[in-house]
């Protein structure tokens, strides 16, 4: 009871929230474990629940309608999984699978609903966990279009350390993925990100073994996110 209690108080969902309404969570909470590769939600499957990311991390998949994979996100406990579906009331826009085991608290729809009624503050705090994303993705949309191939892999670089420093992962700045995933992750090919790579590490931005990339300066591949760099 007691670790479910400081799972949601650690989730941004329930933050600053009053006791009473961690209870009323509590008592609402499933607690679901799953192994490393098992798949917690489907893509296009309905969206009846939600999810707290209590412990572990997931990618977030999307296929296109030729069947190719792209990871759009990583993410790390405490984060937030299934809340657009849920909130309308639709299916799943994406598959999310578990990269490492994952202990979550799943809510109903109709059981958070209630939850929410009675203490508004877990609907401002929904509220703000949506606006971060759509903020993420305008940032993540502009880098995209306007800039060039290296801007776009250091991007994902630095997106993926400041997820895993806010979730006080022991070391943050290092990855353990492959060049292909980080393709995937930064929408090139695997080709012009290892060539990208090749430069950042040249210029003493990361360092690169297999399957791991640690990130040096995060100043330095910010400064190539938004062309401040010297080239």
Known sequence: MNDILQDLAASPLFEN???EALEAARQVAIVRNFSAGDVMLGQEADGETLY?????AVTVERSSITGQERVLNYL???ALIGEIAVVLDGQRSATVR???DVRALMFYRDPLRSVIDRHPQVLWNLARVLGQRVRDLNDEL???TFSSTEACVAYALYSLYRQRQHA???NAAVLEMSHQELANR???SRESVSRALRKFEAAGLIRSRARRLEIMNVEGLEAVM???DDD
């Not at 707290?52 to 572990?56: D, E, K, N, P, T």
């Open 17 to 19: 929230v009053r006791p």
């Open 52 to 56: 707290l990311l209590a412990s572990g």
């Open 76 to 78: 790390y406990a405490p």
């Open 98 to 100: 578990c990269v490492t």
């Open 142 to 144: 502009l880098i995209v």
């Open 168 to 170: 006080r992962l022991e």
């Open 186 to 188: 930064s929408g090139n």
């Open 226 to 228: 938004y062309g401040l």
